[in-house]
């Protein structure tokens, strides 16, 4: 067996560091774009919030912010039709004349809660015809998770609400454990990390272990060729 040097071993120490810290690098202090996991239930003529936020929290005053219908498709042969915001935040006020007609003067921020991180959507005196999945989107957000998905259900049968409170972050429902929604997908890639830097470690711990084994058995074996060389001929 040949004897091996250190730098053998040192190389895929620092190989295995790198890895380490380009994996944790993504997730630890990501900033994700949070919906809800469950469809927002609404009578007709109720004032509705659709949720969402930043986790963890973060001011997007400055940013952009928009609510889109992504199930809605534009009618190619019409202009104005081709403008499919709910509603837009940009440069730190409302644009309304990017908004859709339907929506005009019926929806709104919490402007004071967005330095919280609180970009949920105020819509007034829903009716069946806002039936649909939403989708708040950050497009300059630094983050792998910049856009969320939340459903408005508008039933008829649903009692009619006097009243509704704003949603602040900490108020969110807890996402369903079988919900694949941001929320779950950004706990599923620290947890894929957390699993993949353990592996990391044990081949480390073994790679060290092979290697203070094969000096040690090295000495062992240069140790007995010199007792034997030591010993006197009989003749």
Excluded at 41 to 50: R, T
Excluded at 64 to 92: A, C, F, I, N
Excluded at 202 to 228: E, P, W
Aim: with cysteine; glycine share 4%; aromatic share 8%.
């Amino acid at each position: 067996m040949s004897r091996l040097s250190s730098s053998s071993y040192t190389f895929p120490l620092w190989t295995l560091i790198l890895c380490s810290a380009f994996l944790i690098a993504p997730v630890q202090g990501e900033v994700l774009v949070i919906g809800s996991s469950l469809p927002i239930i609404a009578a007709p003529g109720d004032d509705v919030i659709l949720p969402c936020h930043l986790e963890p929290m973060f001011n997007v005053q400055g940013l952009t912010v928009e609510w889109s219908k992504p199930d809605l498709k534009p009618d190619p042969s019409d202009r104005l039709s081709r403008v499919e915001y709910v509603h837009l935040y940009r440069d730190r006020k409302e644009v309304p004349d990017m908004k859709m007609a339907s929506y005009f003067r019926r929806t709104e921020l919490f402007m004071d809660d967005m330095k919280h991180g609180n970009i949920s959507l105020k819509i007034l005196n829903v009716s069946e015809e806002d039936n649909g999945r939403y989708r708040c989107f950050i497009p300059k957000l630094q983050s792998r998770v910049k856009a969320a998905v939340v459903e408005l259900v508008v039933d008829p049968n649903v009692a009619k609400t006097s009243t509704m409170a704003p949603l602040h972050p900490r108020n969110f429902q807890t996402p369903d454990p079988q919900d694949t929604t941001p929320t779950n997908a950004g706990r599923s890639r620290v947890a894929v990390v957390v699993v993949v830097v353990t592996l990391l470690l044990v081949l480390a711990l073994a790679g060290f272990a092979a290697y203070f084994s094969h000096r040690i058995f090295q000495k062992l074996k240069k140790h007995q060729k010199d007792k034997t060389q030591k010993q006197p001929l009989q003749v």
